[in-house]
Structure formats: structure tokens, C-alpha cells
């Protein structure tokens, strides 16, 4: 295992925070520099195994951030608490990678990143959309091929969204965030699963739908179906929001993608196990006018063989928070989820993280996942 450089911010502090990956902004160091921590970074982009991982908490940690890229299991966490950690937070709103049952059972708050991902990550689910739809990066790849010899009116044929339906499965923060940029943008009817109810969105597209009668035009409706199978029958664009647990993993699979209407755009900004990429890659193979935008991959970081080949599908390297404002509004998040944590505070009670992304700080830990067990 070859040695990873790391670097160190506030030498000499009280508390001592491990961050396995550089993060974007200063406020974040700001942060933890405030509540007595010294950082140890690591700066080299590779993944860290969890040996790395456990021999750089070491002896002596009180704090650590990771990312969603590592596996934080009941090792990792056991060793933390042998070092005296309390504290851990994930650079990202989803934790499907974080053991949080062992690290409640280690004494050890888990915090996470919601409030500031919501419409970036939703503005590139629409991208993908649009991407995938009217097939943006197949003809990008036949201009600079150099076969564009003049204007035609058979070239790259896509797909057209106004009036038609929008499916989205998971109508949570993100998935609502992304119905509404459809339906409003484009002025779309949605149909959407989830476990529960949105009435706010619901209520939302009401109004919005009695807005445009008012203005002349035709009205939009919004409605919550029984099952994944019957939004993906139904729309013509799919949008995935939801967490990944055992009852979402390959939730889109061979028999789901063959109830999808044969020209569909599918688009995932979720987790990548979600779908079944092999059957993805089938599908897509046998059914050329189905388009789909990936954001996330099954194997991240790589590819089922035969995805890269394919045309029809548009795939971006997990990207969609990957706008300044959020990934530094992230970094803020972490570091204050663990600086809190670590100076004894309670967990803040509302919903507007804005307090936490520039000077100082709420004496509050923005949001703690395992807070109501620990
Ligand atoms: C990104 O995928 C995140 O969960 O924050």
C-alpha cells in the first residue's frame, strides 16, 4: 500500500479531525479552526482503503469526515471510538455507505450534508434530461468527428417534453425539485411514486396548473400512483430520487425497463445500484430510441461493459452537486456537523441550513442522522 499525502491545517489545536479528501472553500477549515481542531487532509484523489483509513485515525482522533466513495463500516468506527472519536460526517446528503447502526452502537454521531445539494443536483437531472432527450452529446461526438456536411432534416431526432408526462420515483427534496423544473419549465404533467404523499408539491402544481387556465393555456395535473411500475409505464421521461437500502437496489431492472415506453428518457442522479446496469446496457442495445442520462454507475467508477459504447446513453462522472455554492455549502456542513458535535452542542431543529454556510457558525450541528438513538 503505497503512502498518501495528507497535509495539516491548525497544527497544535486541542482536537484532532481526520477529512479523507480535500474539499473546496476556506470556510469549512474556518470551521473547525474555531471549535479547536486540527485537520489532517488527505490530498491524493485515489480512494483510501479503510486500513489507510484506520492507520491515519491512529491513536489519537476525535473527528473524522468522509466520503461517499468509502465503505464506513463497524471497523472504521470501532476504531474511531478506540481513539476517542465521537463524530463523523459524510460529505454528501446520502449515506448508504456509512454503517449507521455501528456507529450509534459506538457512541458516534453521524451527520450528513441535506439543504444545500436540492436544486443543483435537480438542475442536473434536467441537463441530463435535455442531454439524453434531444441527444446533445451523440451530436457534440458527430461535430467533432467532422461529419457534419450541411443541415438535414432526418439529422438527430429527439424528443420533445412540453405536454407530455414526467415520471419521478422518489418525490422527496431533490425528486420535487426536479418535478417542479419540468412541470413549471416545461410545462409537463407529472406522475410520481413514493411511500408517502407530497402534499406540498401536489398542492403546488394545483396552484400553478390554475395559474396557466388564468393565462390561456391548458391546465397540468400531478398525481401519485401506486407503483414504480406504473410511472414507468406511463411517463415519458423518469427521473430517480431515491435513497439506495435493500428495497431500492436494482428497483429498475430488466422487467421494469420493459413496461418503459420504447422512446423514454430515463434518467439516474440517485445512487447507481438502483438500476441494473447490465440490463440497462440490454435494453438500450434493443431498444435505440430509449435514451437515458447517468449521473451515477453501479460500479462507480467504472462502467458496466457495453455502457460506453452505447449512443443512446449520456454518462457524467457523479457530478450532479458539483456547483461551487454546494460543494463548499457541503464542506460548511460537515465541518460544522462535526465541530458541533465535538463542543457538546444539540442538533439544529430547522430546515434552513443557510445560517451555517458563511462566518460563523450556529452553536448547532446542522444534521446528525443517528441524533434520536445516540
Ligand atoms: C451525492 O451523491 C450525495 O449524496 O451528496
Known amino acids: 500500500m503505497s503512502e498518501k499525502e495528507w497535509i495539516t491545517v491548525n497544527p497544535g489545536a486541542s482536537r484532532r479531525v481526520i477529512v479523507t479528501k480535500d474539499l473546496p472553500g476556506e470556510h469549512w477549515k474556518q470551521i473547525l479552526q474555531e471549535a479547536d481542531c486540527s485537520m489532517e487532509i488527505c490530498t491524493d484523489p485515489a480512494v483510501l482503503s479503510n486500513e489507510e483509513i484506520i492507520a491515519r485515525i491512529g491513536e489519537r482522533c476525535d473527528g473524522a469526515i468522509g466520503q461517499l466513495t468509502e465503505d464506513w463500516n463497524a471497523h472504521l468506527f470501532a476504531g474511531l471510538r478506540a481513539a476517542g472519536g465521537t463524530a463523523y460526517s459524510n ?43 434531444r441527444r446533445v452529446t451523440e451530436a457534440d461526438r458527430f461535430m467533432r468527428g467532422g461529419h457534419y456536411q450541411g443541415w438535414l432534416p432526418t439529422m438527430f431526432l429527439g424528443q420533445r417534453f412540453v405536454g407530455k408526462t414526467v415520471g419521478v420515483v422518489g418525490a422527496g427534496r431533490i425528486g420535487s425539485a426536479y418535478a417542479r423544473m419540468m412541470v413549471e419549465g416545461h410545462k409537463m404533467h407529472l406522475v410520481y411514486y413514493d411511500l408517502y404523499p407530497n402534499e406540498a408539491l401536489e398542492q403546488y402544481i394545483a ?41 431500492t437496489h436494482h428497483l429498475i431492472d430488466a422487467e421494469a425497463l420493459a413496461v418503459m415506453k420504447p422512446d423514454a428518457v430515463l434518467v439516474n442522479s440517485s445512487r447507481g445500484p438502483v438500476i441494473d446496469e447490465v440490463a440497462l446496457v440490454e435494453h438500450c442495445r434493443s431498444h435505440p430510441e430509449f435514451r437515458v442520462g447517468l449521473d451515477v454507475f453501479e460500479d462507480e467508477p467504472a462502467m458496466k461493459p457495453g455502457l460506453a459504447e452505447l449512443d443512446n446513453v449520456v454518462v457524467v462522472p457523479h457530478i450532479a452537486s458539483a456547483t461551487v455554492w454546494t460543494r463548499e455549502g457541503m464542506s460548511s456542513l460537515a465541518a460544522a456537523n462535526v465541530a458541533a458535535i465535538l463542543a457538546g452542542y444539540p442538533v439544529w431543529e430547522s430546515d434552513d441550513i443557510t445560517p451555517f454556510l458563511s462566518g460563523k457558525v450556529p452553536k448547532a450541528a446542522p444534521s446528525i442522522v443517528n441524533a434520536a438513538d445516540l
Not at 102 to 129: H, R, W, Y
Not at 211 to 236: I, K, N
Open 207 to 247: 396552484d400553478y396548473s390554475a395559474f396557466l387556465v388564468e393565462h390561456g393555456e391548458a391546465p397540468l395535473t400531478c398525481r401519485r400512483l401506486d407503483s414504480v411500475l406504473d410511472v414507468l409505464r406511463e411517463a415519458d421521461v423518469v427521473s430517480l430520487h431515491t435513497v439506495l437500502d435493500d428495497a
Open 91 to 133: 460529505g454528501a446528503v446520502g449515506y448508504n455507505n456509512v454503517d449507521v447502526a455501528a456507529a450509534t452502537a459506538n457512541g458516534i454521531a453521524v451527520g450528513n450534508t441535506p439543504g444545500v445539494l436540492t436544486e443543483t443536483t435537480a438542475e442536473m437531472a434536467v441537463a441530463l434530461t435535455f442531454a439524453a432527450g
